[in-house]
C-alpha cells in the first residue's frame, strides 16, 4: 500500500524557518520523481519544487527560488523541503507528490506573527 506521510508543518514567524519531511513507503521510491505542492485557501494547488529520481536536478516555482530546497535520501525514503525566509504569503497545505501519481495528506504552514 502506497503511502506518503508529511510532518514537520507549524507556525512560524515571517522570516523564520521550517523543514518539512515526506516519508514514502509502498512503491520503490529511488525511480521516482518528487515534488511539493502547496494549496492556499481560495487558491489552486501549485507547484513548488519538484526533484529528480536520482536527485541530481531540481526546479522551483519563482516564488520560492533562494529560499527554499528540496532534497532526498533514497536509502530512507525521505524527501525533504527547507523552507527559510518564509513569508505570510507561504501559508498553506503543503503536499508530498510522487511521479505525479501519489499523494500525501498534507501539512499546514502558517507564517504569522
Known amino acids: 500500500q502506497v503511502q506518503l506521510v508529511e510532518s514537520g508543518g507549524g507556525l512560524v514567524q515571517p522570516g523564520g524557518s521550517l523543514r518539512l519531511s515526506c516519508a514514502a513507503s509502498g512503491f520503490t521510491f529511488s525511480s521516482y520523481a518528487m515534488s511539493w505542492y502547496r494549496q492556499a485557501p481560495g487558491k489552486e494547488r501549485e507547484l513548488v519544487a519538484a526533484i529528480t529520481s536520482a536527485g541530481d536536478s531540481t526546479n522551483y516555482a519563482d516564488s520560492v527560488k533562494g529560499r527554499f530546497t528540496i532534497s532526498r535520501v533514497n536509502a530512507k525514503n525521505l524527501v525533504y523541503l527547507q523552507m527559510n525566509s518564509l513569508k505570510p504569503e507561504d501559508t498553506a497545505v503543503y503536499y508530498c507528490?510522487?511521479?505525479?501519481?501519489?499523494w500525501g495528506q498534507g501539512t499546514q504552514v502558517t507564517v504569522s506573527s
Open positions: 507528490n510522487a511521479g505525479q501519481k501519489f
